[in-house]
Nanobody
């Protein structure tokens, strides 16, 4: 049974930083791409960042490019999202997801498993 457990969310002032973690179990983590998505109240869940298996190629939403960094530690079965220069519009519940395969994807439909989410609130 696959489990994804996010941590690291919280309340931060605009301009601050947070680091989200997502610990995975139940699959050979290194064989799968991972992604981060977020959902603000009243909005659709949107893509934030993704990282492939193997060489760890990354891709980001335009809204976070240059501020957020996704990384993975296959030895620890963990994916991270380093978030810098946070803005109030980054406020959302952040979800990590495990993809159906090795290739990174910005589409939520290419992910088979999801964590429970962690709240990030950025005050102005």
């Amino acid at each position: 049974q696959v489990q994804l457990v996010e941590s690291g969310g919280g309340l931060v002032q605009a301009g601050g930083s947070l680091r989200l973690s997502c610990a995975a179990s139940g699959r050979t983590f290194s064989r799968y791409a991972m992604g981060w998505f977020r959902q603000a109240p009243g909005k659709e869940r949107e893509f934030v960042a993704t990282i492939s298996c193997g060489t760890g190629i990354t891709n980001y939403a335009d809204s976070v490019k240059g501020r957020f960094t996704i990384s993975r530690d296959n030895a620890e079965n963990t994916v991270y999202l380093q978030m810098n220069t946070l803005k109030p519009e980054d406020t959302a519940v952040y979800y990590c997801a495990l993809a159906a395969g090795c290739v990174r994807s910005s589409s939520r439909y290419n992910y088979d498993y999801w964590g429970q989410g962690t709240q990030v609130t950025v005050s102005s």
